[in-house]
């Protein structure tokens, strides 16, 4: 209603309109003559008589509005002419013709407007250009008149350095109000902002005193701009030295700033059609958040014995911290980030979505979605930094489950870093996540009822469903892995596994296992794993990480592996179970789930040719050829060799390996202490344990497990492999065509088709060759066995000397008969 009624009586006074805009050039002379240069007061009559003759052309500068910038509160008025520009008549009289006295009141009244940033009448900017922003961020500097009497020089010389920092300060404000530069900067240009409108405050007070006081001096003005003075060049400190690590006034930038994510992540993230934060993609590198309260925190040390310093950088950092602390408590106590700027300590990559669990053999989700900006954490959050990540982490995944109302104000919590309850406030909320999150997993989801379903699929544990299933599926199994049916195979299992009476029956858990088809063999997949950058001894899990994608690396060995070494089982988990038991712990499971079946596959073929060997006419039949009997007890006592080697090696695996280490994992995973005592604290289990130690556990078993079942070593590797093969050759050789030769080399069964004969008669070169082959495996397989205990041995005393109850168990069966 007010701007209409204004609007309404411009219309009806045109003449009053015509008039205002006829005096305009008057009244910018009129503003001129307090905002700049001017001539005296005694002078300005003269000046605008001889303005008003058409003979010259009259000065008009004009304001002008600037092009709009991101800070909101920045100025968008034009700068004022440059005294350089005033023209001659304009020009006020010189200081040397005035007496001192006169020249002191001239000099007081131009600082009061120095101090606001302009030029005086005989104060003018050395050098300055006011279009520049660096120039700008710098500040004016002031050069005197010549003629000024010294004693008045010395005095004004000083308190120019206060007009410097106020220009310098104003337009460091609103070069670091933009966006770009985040919530902490802005935050703490508003605590300048009114730090300098109480200077403003000060110098209204001054012209007061100048105007109203005859006594006033430039003395008196010093004496009262003193305190002012050390605050404002603090601050114009402080800033200069923010500039200068955002590379607003030079090149040097601070290296240990790092705003922007890595090139890769940024690509990752626009492929999967995420959307950049403002500050992720910058061109340079910006100094905001943590590092601007680590600036704080470094200024304050250094002039923490100077009370007034203290305090002013004190009051900075407290309202600075302010919007840090508002992002802080959101993450510790929703486990959400709301950081438009980029300037949190946690970092979040939204690209990596939970659903990629499925296929993460790297722990993506957890390791990298949420990440500390290692140099970007204030001091004061130093040594806490990795209970802050935990609990925001830890929350996250409760929220995700439904487990956290966000929608819940978090009240009575430090707003800023110098509150007394600061640490106590991120050790609580770390406490609080970790007992959410250790419930959900252990309660809700029953993660120690998935760990045993584990161990009955994986570890074949009470596993007479899975030989079951072993015997249905053998005609699918031995033939070559790709041409194997894995739905007939799946169908099996189902059909097995909700067979009453076995273990597999009550498992609730029983429809998330799948049957698959490994197109690498074993030994050739873990030898390219401990191949990958050496590391085969002490850390499995990087190569094995690193190593992530086996079924692409299938080369001409691996072509006819059968059904038998290609068969794994898969294992899906839910959310949030998947992040303890993960794609890159399934995987581990995998690899101990393939070298024992591949033990008990061996076993069956070994005791499938004892029972051929009792049933077989030419194994039963005493023959009259005493050289072919004592061929017949060698392949007997090869076979209980290589029987009670696999069967040792079987046993060693699951009894004096997964067994015991697994009984670890369940006594730490149900807060047990290593004598069988419970850990409690008022009443609560586990409230010492923390989820990352948890699965820290869940892959340290697995890759013991790994380890002591020689599955990490390139040594132990090769050897088992060979004597592998040997021992499925040999069976294979004992079940197929031994029986015909041995026969033929019967000369009492030769040419006795029931007994096997291939009715060619008796052929004595037959014993000759049977005598060879057999001395061959035995050498191979004595040499080998030989080459395993000393690396046992070996192994048993560097790194797992759990490998000497293996060597023990072996030592009957390496001497030679």
């Known amino acids: 209603m007010h701007t209409r009624d204004k609007s309404q009586v411009r219309t009806r006074n045109p003449v009053k309109e015509s008039s205002s805009a006829g005096n305009r050039g008057e009244f910018m002379e009129r503003s001129r003559s307090k905002r700049g240069p001017s001539q005296p007061e005694g002078a300005s009559p003269n000046s605008r ?3 008003k003759q058409p003979a010259e052309t009259p000065w008009n500068p004009q304001a002008s509005l600037m092009p709009h910038s991101t800070a909101p509160l920045a100025s968008r008025v034009s700068f004022p002419p440059l005294a350089s520009a005033l023209p001659q008549s304009l020009q006020p009289t010189p200081l040397r013709e005035l007496s001192a006295d006169a020249q002191e009141k001239a000099i007081l009244e131009d600082l009061l407007y120095v101090f606001m940033g302009f030029e005086g009448q005989y104060i003018h900017y050395r050098s300055y250009d006011p279009s520049q922003e660096k120039d700008r961020l710098t500040g004016p500097a002031f050069q005197l008149p010549p003629g000024m009497d010294p004693t008045l020089k010395e005095l ?54 100048l105007l109203n006081n005859p006594s006033f001096t430039l003395h008196v003005l010093h004496l009262h701009l003193m305190p002012t003075s050390q605050c404002l060049a603090q601050l114009y400190t402080l800033g200069q030295e923010l500039l200068r690590r955002n590379g607003l006034l030079d090149q040097d930038l601070d290296e240990s700033l790092d705003d922007f994510d890595d090139v890769d992540n940024i690509l990752e993230q626009l492929k999967e059609g995420g959307e950049l934060v403002p500050g992720a993609m910058s061109s340079k590198r910006i100094c905001k958040g943590g ?14 014995g100077d009370p007034t310093t203290k305090a002013l950088l004190e009051r900075l950092l407290r309202d600075a911290s302010r919007p840090y602390m508002t992002m802080l408590n959101e993450w510790l106590h929703h486990g959400g980030i709301k950081d438009p700027h980029g300037e949190f300590l946690v970092k979040e990559q939204k690209w990596i979505k939970r659903e990629k669990l499925e296929e993460d053999y790297t722990d993506e989700y957890w390791e990298k979605r949420y990440t500390i900006r290692e140099n970007e954490v204030p001091p004061q959050l130093e040594s806490v930094k990795d209970k802050v990540l935990l609990a925001g982490k830890y929350l996250n995944v409760v929220r995700e489950c439904g487990g956290v109302d966000v929608s819940k104000a978090v009240k009575d919590v430090p707003k800023t870093l110098d509150d007394p309850r600061f640490l106590e406030n991120v050790n609580a909320a770390y406490t609080y996540a970790n007992a959410s999150l250790l419930n959900l997993l252990l309660t809700k989801n029953s993660l120690t009822t998935r760990f045993r379903s584990l161990k009955h699929y994986f570890f074949l544990d009470r596993s007479d469903f899975f030989s079951y299933f072993l015997e249905l599926g053998a005609s699918e199994l031995r033939k070559p892995a790709k041409n194997v049916n894995e739905s007939k195979l799946q169908s099996l299992l189902d059909l097995v596994l909700r067979q009453p009476g076995s273990i597999a029956a009550q498992d609730p858990f029983k429809e ?6 490994n197109k690498v063999g074993l030994t ?3 030898m390219q794993v401990v191949s990958v950058s050496g590391i085969d001894q002490d850390n499995p899990e990087a190569a094995i990480e690193k190593y992530q994608a086996p079924t692409s690396q299938s080369g001409e060995d691996d072509k006819d592996i059968l059904g038998f070494d290609a068969l794994e089982l898969d294992y899906s988990v839910p959310f949030p179970l998947s992040l303890v038991i993960s794609r890159k712990t399934v995987l581990r499971y995998q690899l101990i789930f393939r070298h024992i079946l591949s033990l008990r596959h061996i076993e069956t073929m070994l005791v499938t040719s004892w029972l051929d060997q009792s049933k077989v006419i030419a194994w039963r039949h005493k023959s009259s050829d005493r050289r072919l009997e004592m061929w017949k007890r060698r392949a007997w006592n090869l076979r209980s060799k290589m029987l009670v080697f696999v069967q040792q090696l079987l046993y060693f695996c699951t009894a004096e390996v997964v067994e015991p280490n697994w009984q670890n994992l369940m006594d730490r995973v149900n807060g047990t202490d290593a004598d069988g005592s419970e850990v409690t604290v008022n009443g609560t289990k586990q409230v010492n344990r923390t989820v990352d130690e948890l699965m820290q556990d869940h892959v340290d078993f697995l890759d013991t497990c790994l380890k002591e079942c020689m599955l990490t070593q390139a040594k132990l590797l090769k050897i088992h492999h060979r004597l592998m093969t040997c021992c499925t050759m040999f069976s294979s050789w004992a079940t197929s065509s031994l029986a015909r030769a041995l026969a033929s080399a019967d000369p009492d069964l030769a040419g006795n088709k029931a007994a096997g004969s291939d009715g060619r008669g008796y052929d004595p ?10 001395r061959r495996c035995e050498e191979h397989f004595n040499r080998h066995l030989r080459i395993l205990m000393d690396s046992l041995n070996y192994y048993a005393a560097t790194e797992s000397v759990v490998l000497l109850k293996l060597a023990h168990a072996l030592s009957a069966i390496s001497k030679e008969d």
């Open 765 to 774: 070169s037959r014993i000759d060759k049977l005598e060879e082959t057999l």
């Open 524 to 526: 050739k997949w873990l």
């Open 156 to 209: 004004t010389q000083s308190t120019l350095k206060i007009a410097t920092h106020y220009s310098a300060l104003e337009s460091f404000v609103e070069v670091q109000s933009r966006a770009e530069y985040g919530a902490v900067s802005h935050a703490l240009c508003a605590t300048i902002r009114k730090l300098l409108k109480e200077y403003l405050v000060l110098v209204a007070q001054l012209e007061h005193e």
């Open 291 to 304: 590092n601007v309260l680590r600036l704080l925190t470094e200024q304050l040390t250094t002039f923490s």
């Open 512 to 517: 998330d296992v799948k049957v698959r088809m």
């Open 49 to 51: 008589k001889k303005e």
